[in-house]
């Protein structure tokens, strides 16, 4: 089983600020990972696929990169609605897994 | 409206069984593998299963393997997750969802859209 792991695991930033969150995968799943947000009593939203490809209706702001190993979900500025928790997830391989999440909560 | 409706979740006992459902509208159902995933009370998001769009494939988390069965009628537009024998650690709420495509492709383990999750407790 691929596990992910995301760090940090609280990430606290002012509205207009950048956030990076970042996503290790224990084996390679080259560039088969995605980034989901999740606020409270929601169901997840799909933001990015297979690492750098937003999901339909996705602002700008959002940015996914890496391969391999390693990705990176950036918000290049903070709106008041993004403060919210951020899953990555592989589909290279069965099972699928998540990351433990990473949450972004104002300063 | 693109659209995923979870049912059937409630309280079981140990060892009980609870079938949910998920109703899909505003899409071509039939064309769509999908997916059932978890989420225990404040915890992250567990994948449970997958099936394909005509049923030939299926996968399952090791957690669930041998207690779930999942199935989907294409009549119906309906998918299901069969769980039995289950446990205090399967108290989740459940999403159905749907694997993502886009004009050109789809992206088998990546999902779209989803239902706004049923809820399953096991408890005594």
């Not at chain 1, 996503?23 to 997840?44: E, F, M």
């Not at chain 2, 567990?46 to 989907?72: C, H, L, N, P, Q």
Request: some cysteine; glycine content about 8%; aromatic content about 12%.
């Amino acid at each position: 089983e691929i596990v992910l792991t995301q760090s940090p695991a609280t990430l606290s930033l002012s509205p207009g600020e950048r956030a990076t969150l970042s996503c290790r995968a224990s084996q390679s799943v080259s560039t088969y990972l995605a980034w989901y947000q999740q606020k409270p009593g929601q169901a997840p939203r799909l933001l990015i696929y297979d690492a750098s490809n937003r999901a339909t209706g996705i602002p700008a702001r959002f940015s996914g990169s890496g391969s391999g190993t390693d990705f990176t979900l950036t918000i290049s500025s903070l709106e008041p609605e993004d403060f919210a928790v951020y899953y990555c997830q592989q589909r290279s391989n069965w099972p699928l897994t998540f990351g433990p999440g990473t949450k972004v909560d104002i300063k | 409206e693109v659209q995923l409706v979870e049912s059937g979740g409630g309280l079981v006992k140990p060892g009980g069984s609870l079938r949910l459902s998920c109703a899909a509208s505003g899409f071509t159902f039939s064309s769509y593998s999908m997916n059932w995933v978890r989420q225990a009370p404040g915890k992250g998001l567990e994948w449970v299963s997958s099936i394909s769009s005509s049923s030939t494939y299926i996968y399952f988390a090791d957690s669930v393997k041998g207690r779930f069965t999942i199935s989907r009628d294409h009549a119906k537009n309906s998918l299901y997750l069969q769980m039995n024998s289950l446990r205090a650690e399967d108290t989740a709420v459940y999403y159905c969802a749907r694997e993502h495509c886009s004009s050109t492709s789809c992206y088998l383990g990546a999902f779209d859209i989803w239902g706004q999750g049923t809820m399953v407790t096991v408890s005594s």
